[in-house]
């Protein structure tokens, strides 16, 4: 029996995903060869490109103006967007409102000047910053994380502002309305609502693309693996096919529709934590709240324990909040089913019942 | 039916490692969870690190000596390595021996000064060039390419040197008798020998580690990943899983077994290259043949492809040889089996009576 996964990512993937994945381990479109063997450079990958980048274009309604990316390291991405597109002398502005915003800015800072615009970290993240007002036009981009994995918040619009943005998208990528066209550049690792772990999703706006710096070694240089359409080296095959398989069934499904059935598993356990005697949000405003990755805790650990204890006894894992934040994240990626959040949501009320009952 | 494939990685896996994946994608270790699913921190993943990394050091008997690791991108070494080990005004030799070789000198020079001690790019890397004499000992490190993939040709043995070694043996690692412990750092894509593409083993060993330049940015710094552990980020646990499979395969059967049959294999390919009347090995000189590929053309361009048409036609696909070569590769990794190589050599063999028939 499947365990239902609110893990944090690696996240839960689609069975139907699942099966075919593992189907094609085995002989891949009756090539005769498995996935894991294909080349690299020959039609049945070109294919399996090909069609990623026309998924990403369209789901994110890009209109072709975008080089599409399929990487290796995500935090790799720290390094490359100031190497690429950070020139001597010039300075880049980043919003700190998350652990990964604050590691992205301690990478970035090794290769040049960086402005910190604004941070939440003295009130451990439990909110978002406040939008910097007055942004130097002069920045050569501006860099912010669009959901905080960690701590649960989310930028759910971004005011348009004068220089590039840039944007860490890696936990809410496709998972909510976003206009994808406002941002220079995007990344997003695939291990939470596009694919497995192992490959990170970059997409350049090609006029962003040709301001990028010279001089990077080839696998730091995105107009590099732009040139060599993702095969500059040998791509990781399987986590690409992977994520083509998550996307297509994000087609299949409809985005509006996942986007809305997000909308509703968030709101359904949001009101739940809000209404459950035992249990508290972290998130200083509901308006900061993510719809992804829901953090709250008990009033004690012991309490923690026993709702941890009870939903592993009721197949739901993954649950554990971050060693920041304490407590519980539940993470309510794409293929996290409505009846996945319904039965944490009653799992939630029985266990309040049963505390009460106990005191 | 699955097909013969010798392509040159990513390559062949045994059939066992891909049942297994296979399974794990459906259910890893009945524990209600994905392989693509369990996370990157957790008992699971742990024991699969734990279990690679002793396996690792058992196989290239290492002592203990090194910090084993898993990367993602192959290339990215050739970018690594200097940034971690070439200091401010100092220098690092280069041997180089074929196209990965000079694509690793090129994006090393990003970082120093680098001297090419020796080169057999002349020549089309049809041989391995001399190895040079006199080396200026004061060279921060001494970097080779074991096994070039492209040409065919293959480092046996290396000589004493009192400069750190650095090697890129993705094309060899665990293919056949090496002295691992001669290496400061050595590394592999796992594609080719000993797991499937997307992830990239390297070993440091822990004196030179100690050498290694502070101020990387962590994606980029060895020493930022053996503290974490190979968790860094979220490494590609599918990737990493498969390659553990592989590696305990290799374990099973015994490497001195598959050293045997890997020469054995080699020995059986070459000696008929070197019979059969339609075919010439590409290589200079026989010491200089790699165990892995064997690169071969045949009289004219017709003839070879109606070659590669008959081995397609008997289930032998990937023997296509690269473009800057031509003709034949044929790739011998550990997986393929002495059966499919005899293969090979019959079909040559009843290929040459058919064509001689034919004339």
Redesign the interface.
Known sequence: ???I?L?A?????PQEV??Q???A???YQQ????I?????RGKLFDAILEESKALVNELCELDNDYEILWL?????Q??MVPMNFLPQGASAGYIDSGHWAA?AI???A??GNINVLASSQKDNYNQLPEWPKDIDPSLAYLYLTTNNTIFGTQWKNIPHTAMPLVADMSSDILSCPRNYKQYALFYA?A?KNIG????TLAAVHRSFLKKAKS??????DYAAHARQHSV????????IY?SLLTLRWIKQKGKETIFEDNRQKAQWLYDEIDRNSLFTGTVAHAAHRSGMNACFVAKDKDTEKRFIEFCKNN?I??IEGHRQVGGFRASLYNAVSKSDVEKLVTLMREFENRELQLS
Chains 1, 2 share one sequence.
Do not use: C, W
Not at 31 to 34: V, Y
């Open positions: 029996m499947q365990k996964n893990g990512g690696p996240a839960k993937l699942l099966e994945a593992a189907a381990i085995l002989d090539s005769g060869l498995s894991l063997e294909i080349p690299h290796q390291g995500g935090r790799l720290f390094s590691e301690k990478d970035a090794v290769y690792v291990q497995p772990a192992g490959v001089g990077n070694a080839s696998m730091l500059l080296n040998t791509p990781p095959v399987m986590a992977t197949e894992v993954g």
